[in-house]
């Protein structure tokens, strides 16, 4: 069953009554109709509800129609407005009419059929400027997305972990599309099951996240990955999930959520290829119901490629390095012993089987001949067991 189209809306305003039913009757068959008697009782209507198209008399007591015109576009810039007069008040009007800020003036009295034709082509000019700002809107954003992209991809070379991967792909989210909390997640793919769980959160909005709407955000996430890989993959639980927050949060008070949920929108990011499986997932929510678009989704999806793509990159790299490190080890008649700034030693020979790399910390002092001859030893140790 398809809902009803909802109808245009209508504010008459005239200090007449009579004038002011008249109006009513001739408009309310047609169009959804609010009326008032001054332009203060108008600008409280404006205020409170939607309005397509504002008419209204010139000369009231208190303010005028061009007065309410202007006070009234305040609030709403793009509203349109017809001015009914019994005066020809030229200066006044021709300079509204070109400033835009008057559609068109009707003289009274006015021949109904006339202004009928008046308020429909009236509306009509709202429906196409509403349609085109929506469409620059939408290729503004598209183009946005596009760009952001673009620098994601130039950024490719220089990502050395997943986790460089997730906080890229977040700050890229509010770029591609508008939302007041977002859930990024990788679970990179590692030997014998996937590498450790990496969530980013990001508050969009200020003021409105807090933590209890944060930990849904990052359950809703889990839930979807964990329904998407299904039995025929690694579940993921917040025991074994790293999580940086970014953006303003709300401090939490300790009483029920502050707000919730109303609308979401997520998409896989899935490995290349045909035997390609779920390496993470991108989620955005809004308090709002029906936030988000088509043109999000789609906007969405392409991030998502784009990250999947990342990912395949870093870890064909990953896989080099380890076989070039593999085969520079193989080539060595005895073995190799390296270290870095922690003092940690990483050790490696050429009879330990599979080529074992084996950690050693010996903590932050410097590795002196004396350490290479135990290190050594231990090596030997382990390539006769």
């Known amino acids: 069953m398809t809902s009803p189209v909802a109808r245009e ?29 001054s332009g203060e009782s108008a600008l409280t209507i404006l205020g409170e509800l939607p309005v397509d198209l504002l008419i209204t008399d010139q000369k009231m007591p208190g303010m005028t129609g061009l007065d309410l015109i202007a006070e009234a576009r305040k609030r709403m810039p793009e509203l349109q407005a017809i001015l009914l007069t019994a005066y020809t008040e030229p200066e006044d009007l021709i300079a509204a009419i070109n400033e835009g800020r008057v559609y068109r003036y009707v003289t009274k009295p006015w021949s109904t059929s006339d202004l009928v034709i008046t308020v429909k082509n009236a509306l009509e000019a709202v429906s196409l400027r509403r349609e085109r700002d929506g469409l620059l809107g939408r290729l503004e954003q598209r183009l946005k997305a596009m760009s952001v992209l673009v620098d994601i991809s130039a950024s490719a070379g220089a990502l050395q972990s997943h986790a460089q991967v997730v906080e890229l792909t977040a700050r890229a989210l509010p770029e591609i599309v508008k939302f007041d909390v977002a859930a990024t997640l990788v679970v990179p793919p590692g030997v014998g099951g996937p590498g450790p769980a990496t969530m980013h959160l990001h508050c969009a909005s200020p003021g409105v996240a807090d933590e209890a709407l944060l930990l849904a955000a990052r359950d809703r996430a889990l839930e979807i990955y964990n329904q998407l890989v299904g039995g025929q993959g690694h579940q993921v639980g917040e025991d074994s999930l790293i999580v940086n927050v970014s953006g303003e949060r709300v401090r939490s008070t300790g009483e029920a959520p502050r707000s919730e949920i109303r609308s979401s929108l997520h998409l896989p990011i899935m490995a290349p290829g045909a035997q390609g499986g779920v390496l993470g997932l991108l989620y955005v929510a809004s308090l709002k119901p029906g936030a988000f678009t088509e043109d999000d989704e789609q906007n969405l999806e392409v991030l998502a490629t784009q990250t999947a793509e990342l990912l395949r990159r870093l870890s064909a790299r990953i896989l080099d390095e380890r076989r070039k490190m593999e085969l520079m080890v193989a080539s060595m008649a005895d073995g190799l012993i390296m270290t870095d700034a922690t003092g940690e030693v990483f050790l490696t020979h050429t009879r330990l089987e599979d080529r074992t790399v084996i950690r050693v910390a010996i903590g932050a002092q410097a590795t002196t001949a004396a350490h290479v001859e135990r290190l050594w030893a231990l090596i030997d140790d382990l390539a006769s067991q």
């Open 9 to 37: 809306t209508l504010l008459v305003v005239d200090d007449d009554k009579i004038i002011l039913d008249l109006l009513c009757r001739t408009f309310k068959p047609m169009y959804e109709v609010y009326s008032a008697s």
